[in-house]
Structures are given as C-alpha cells and as structure tokens.
C-alpha cells in the first residue's frame, strides 16, 4: 500500500493560486498513474487532474487552462498548481495512486481547499 500526504491547501480568495504537494512513500516512478480528485459534500469524488508515469497528462474540462499537474520522480512528489480559482474549486482534495487513469487504488488524506472572498 502507498501512503500518500498531501500539504498545502488553505484559504484564498478568488482569482488566487495554491498549489498542493502530494508525497508518496515509495518511488513514483514504479506508479503508473497519479491524480487530484476532490469532493464536496454530498457529491461522488471526482476526477480533477492525472498524470502517467511517462508525463501524459489529462484534466476535468471545469480546471483547464487554470490547473496544471506535475511530478517530480527524484523528490517522489506530485504538484497541483492551481491558478485563478474560483469559489466552485472549493472542495476537498484527494492526492490518488493507481495502475491507470480514474483508477485508484491508494489516498491521501485529503487537503481542504476553500476559495472565498
């Protein structure tokens, strides 16, 4: 099982950036797929952004332009850059390891990110 912890949600007003970190215990090279979920409440968990172990990269219509994904393999950490955020962003967030895209078969705790003026 990989142990997956994410940091750097908080408050921010709209229009605002955060990024969220997601360090995995085991090296995210060997991970196929890494993503961002999130999820409000009484709302499924949803699909933010993914990206495979060879850099290709997909995101929910909702986040792009705005939303970028990265992975650094040598600190074996996932990035969410999250720009011009909006008060509909506001959620949950889920930093997710799995064999491919929209299966994950490892969390994170989540991180709450509220975007609010």
């Known amino acids: 099982q990989v142990q997956l912890v994410e940091s750097g949600g908080g408050l921010v007003q709209p229009g605002g950036s955060l990024r969220l970190s997601c360090t995995a215990s085991?090296?995210?090279?060997?991970?196929?797929?890494m993503g961002w979920y999130r999820q409000v409440p009484g709302k499924e968990r949803e699909l933010v952004a993914a990206?495979?172990?060879?850099?290709?990269?997909t995101y929910d219509d909702s986040v792009k332009g705005r939303f970028t994904i990265s992975r650094d393999n040598a600190k074996n950490t996932v990035y969410l850059q999250m720009n011009s955020l909006k008060s509909e962003d506001t959620a949950v967030y889920y930093c997710?390891?799995?064999?491919?895209?929209?299966?994950?078969?490892?969390w994170g705790q989540g991180t709450q990110v509220t975007v609010s003026s």
């Open positions: 085991v090296t995210i090279s060997n991970i196929l797929v």
């Open positions: 990206i495979s172990t060879y850099g290709f990269t």
């Open positions: 997710s390891a799995g064999p491919r895209i929209g299966r994950a078969t490892s």
